[in-house]
C-alpha cells in the first residue's frame, strides 16, 4: 500500500529556530512530491512542488528537498516566524498513471515568540 | 482572481438526511477534485473530473456518495443518507489543465459537514 508518514506530529519552537519537518513515502516510483500548509478552518496552500527528476525547490524561507531511493523530503524552514504556525502536510503523486495526492497527516507547528 | 470556493462553509445534518456541497473552481481550470479530511488526519482523495468527465471515483467511499460537474465548471457533492463517520471535512481543489497530477493543485476552504 503506498502511504506517506510524517514526522513528528507536532513541534514547538522558538521564533529564530532553523527546523526541519520531515515526510516518508513507502515507494521510490512517484512522479512528484508537494508541501502544503493548512491554518485552522482553511483549505491547504501549497508550498513547493517536487518534480521526480528534481533534487530540491526553494521559496524564500522554505526549502523542500526529495531523496526517491531513501523515500523521504525534508521541508526546512530558515528563522521561523510566529506566522508560520501552521499544519504542514506532504502529498505525493505515486507512479505516472495515478491522479490522486496521496497526503501524510501533517506535522502541527507552533512557533512561539 | 478568486481562488477555489465552497458552500455552504458548515452543514449541520441529521443522520440519515441527503446534503449536497458545492465546489466552485478557479474559472478556466480544468481539473477538479474532491477530498474528505478527517480530523486530525490528511486530506483523502474522494474523485477527479477533467471537464465534465469523472474520470477517478476509487476514493468515494460507499454508493451513498456522489459527484458531478455537468457544465465542466461547478462541481457538487451529494451524499445520500448521512452517516455519523461522514462526518468531516470535504475540500475541493483544482489545477489548470487536464493532467491534474501534474499542476499544483488549488484548494478551497472547505464544507465542514457534522451528521449528528
Known amino acids: 500500500k503506498q502511504e506517506v508518514t510524517q514526522i513528528p506530529a507536532a513541534l514547538s519552537v522558538p521564533e529564530g529556530e532553523n527546523l526541519v519537518l520531515n515526510c516518508s513515502f513507502t515507494?521510490?516510483?512517484?512522479?512528484?512530491l508537494q508541501w502544503f500548509r493548512q491554518d485552522p478552518g482553511k483549505g491547504l496552500t501549497s508550498l513547493l512542488l517536487?518534480?521526480?527528476?528534481?533534487r530540491e525547490q526553494t521559496s524564500g524561507r522554505l526549502n523542500a528537498s526529495l531523496d526517491k531511493s531513501s523515500g523521504r523530503s525534508t521541508l526546512y524552514i530558515a528563522a521561523s516566524q510566529p506566522g508560520d504556525s501552521a499544519t504542514y502536510l506532504c502529498?505525493?503523486?505515486?507512479?505516472?498513471?495515478?491522479?490522486?495526492?496521496?497526503f501524510g497527516k501533517g506535522t502541527t507547528l507552533s512557533v512561539s515568540s | 482572481g478568486a481562488g477555489v470556493s465552497q458552500s455552504p462553509r458548515y452543514k449541520v445534518a441529521k443522520r440519515g438526511q441527503d446534503v449536497a456541497l458545492r465546489c466552485d473552481p478557479i474559472?478556466?481550470?480544468?481539473?477538479l477534485f474532491w477530498y474528505q479530511q478527517a480530523l486530525g488526519q490528511g486530506p483523502e482523495f474522494l474523485t477527479y473530473?477533467?471537464?465534465?468527465?469523472?474520470?477517478?471515483k476509487s476514493g468515494l467511499p460507499s454508493d451513498r456518495f456522489f459527484a458531478e460537474r455537468p457544465e465542466g465548471s461547478v462541481s457538487t457533492l451529494k451524499i445520500q443518507r448521512t452517516q455519523q463517520e461522514d462526518s468531516a471535512v470535504y475540500l475541493c481543489?483544482?489545477?489548470?489543465?487536464?493532467?491534474?497530477?501534474?499542476?499544483?493543485?488549488?484548494f478551497g476552504p472547505g464544507t465542514r459537514l457534522t451528521v449528528l
Open positions: 481543489a483544482s489545477s489548470l489543465t487536464g493532467t491534474g497530477y501534474r499542476d499544483t493543485q488549488y
Open positions: 515507494d521510490s516510483a512517484i512522479y512528484n
Open positions: 517536487i518534480q521526480s527528476s528534481q
Open positions: 502529498a505525493v503523486v505515486f507512479g505516472q498513471a495515478g491522479t490522486a495526492l496521496i
Open positions: 474559472s478556466g481550470h480544468v481539473s
Open positions: 473530473f477533467q471537464n465534465e468527465a469523472q474520470l477517478d
